[in-house]
């Protein structure tokens, strides 16, 4: 019964290739978000749907692309890895109840570039 | 200088100890302030959400903001060898999209 899931855990890949990283969220939440937490611990978000349409797109070079196949959702592909890549990458989902916003995280995807 | 500051750490302290953890912040249009836990190798958790100056407290934990100072913290009460983790601060301007501080790596010691 996890509430947000990703896979895979773990991705260790060359500098080059493509891959991507599913998101799943069984809360019924309207919006998703992809973050990057960097070596220094800073999580900075990436994107955010909401119904499946892109509402948020931070500067994030266009090897990345998000898609949103439904509610529930949310993948990350991304073209042409580099090293500069390597991060944990969360996935997350939220409502907005009473004006007050609670985003649920995934466990994260580490992934690591060669 | 990033719009929110947090002190990395690691700030250890023994079991028992009352913790205080702080962030600052340089943009005075965030509106609602927030907490989470990570513990290693895990997805942050929502500890504690507020949206006016003053404390707001849960349990052990009270969030205090004062945004005259653009100041926020989080106590931590009796602290327990469980409450080891990295704490990140958040913010939200009104888009609902937060900003993070770097977090602080905290250690509880029994």
């Known amino acids: 019964d996890t509430a947000v899931s990703q896979t895979p855990k773990y991705l260790v890949t060359q500098m080059g290739n493509d891959k991507s990283i599913k998101c799943e969220q069984n809360?019924?939440?309207?919006?998703m978000y992809w973050y990057k937490q960097d070596s220094k611990k800073f999580l900075k978000i990436m994107f955010s749907?909401?119904?499946?349409?892109?509402?948020i797109n931070e500067t994030v070079p266009n090897r990345f692309s998000p898609k949103s196949p439904d509610k529930a959702h949310l993948n990350l592909h991304i073209n042409s890895l580099e090293l500069g890549d390597s991060a944990v990458y969360f996935c997350?989902?939220?409502?907005?109840?009473?004006?007050?916003?609670?985003?649920?995280f995934g466990p994260g995807t580490r992934l690591l570039v060669l | 200088q990033k719009e929110v500051e947090q002190d990395p750490g690691p700030l250890s302290v023994p079991e028992g100890a009352i913790v205080s953890l702080n962030c600052t912040y340089s943009?005075?249009?965030?509106?609602?302030f927030m907490w989470y836990r990570q513990y290693s190798r895990k997805g942050p958790e929502l500890l504690m959400y507020?949206?006016?100056?003053g404390n707001k407290e849960d349990g052990r934990f009270t969030a205090q903001v004062d945004k005259s100072s653009k100041y926020i913290s989080l106590f931590i009460r009796d602290s327990q060898p469980s409450d080891s983790a990295t704490y990140l601060c958040?913010?939200?301007?009104?888009?609902?999209?937060?900003?993070f501080g770097r977090g602080t790596s905290l250690i509880v010691h029994p």
């Open positions: 958040a913010m939200v301007r009104g888009s609902y999209i937060p900003t």
């Open positions: 809360l019924g939440h309207d919006t």
């Open positions: 943009n005075s249009a965030f509106q609602y």
């Open positions: 749907y909401n119904n499946k349409e892109l509402i």
């Open positions: 997350a989902s939220s409502q907005v109840d009473r004006s007050q916003e609670t985003q649920y």
């Open positions: 507020t949206y006016s100056s």
